[in-house]
């Protein structure tokens, strides 16, 4: 079983936000699988089978900086550990267009991250970093992330989502080793080949 679990704020306010962007892969990858994600208390949920494993897609309701205690039910209720997990979520280091697998590590400055940690009591756990790059000189970090993609981002947001998605597949199938050296590497220049 693989716990695949897309980290955001709640609510309209928050939605297309770059914080949200891994509640956005995951809404994605619900869409993808045909499976509609429903209240579960602490979560939104779903459940499906990729290559004959189980899968639970999960966007915690919580927000960001308390998203721990939903991840923490999360397990408890499906008997899971927390290398069981894949967490998806924004990252101001990657630029954006980038998504990076790592099997664990500190926060990194990232609240939802710090909040699994402390909750679970482990940094031992998978995620995939999204990134949204680095705010303008002068442009509050908080308020970087709570803003929403520009529109001449949009069409490289969307492509990188697919592609989130589809290291999230690969990570459930064939498991995070060959989903890190798949999706690891940096994407070649439009027109150039991928070794």
């Known amino acids: 079983m693989i716990l695949i679990v897309g980290l955001g704020n709640p609510g309209r306010r928050y939605r297309g936000t770059r914080h949200n962007i891994g509640q956005a892969v ?11 994600l429903s209240d579960e208390g602490w979560v939104r949920e779903a459940r499906s089978r990729v290559a004959g494993k189980t899968v639970i897609l999960a ?9 721990g205690q939903a991840v923490r039910e999360l397990l408890r209720r499906h008997r899971g550990r927390p290398e069981d997990l894949l967490v998806v979520h924004d990252d101001m280091d990657l630029p954006l267009g980038r998504v990076r697998l790592r099997p664990g590590g500190g926060a990194g400055g990232h609240n939802g991250v710090r909040s699994l940690i402390e909750e679970l009591g482990t940094d031992r756990f998978p995620r995939l970093r ?16 709570l803003a929403r993609f520009r529109d001449e981002e949009r069409p ?20 995070l080793e060959a989903a890190m050296n798949r999706f690891n590497q940096r994407p070649a220049p439009a027109g150039e080949a991928v070794p």
């Open 156 to 175: 490289m947001v969307d492509e990188m989502i697919g592609r989130a998605a589809e290291a999230a597949l690969t990570a459930a199938s064939r498991g």
């Open 130 to 145: 999204i990134g949204i790059g680095r705010p303008p000189e002068g442009v509050d970090p908080v308020e970087f992330v």
């Open 26 to 36: 995951v809404e994605h990858l619900a869409g993808r699988l045909g499976v509609p």
């Open 59 to 67: 966007v915690p309701v919580t927000y960001m900086n308390v998203s």
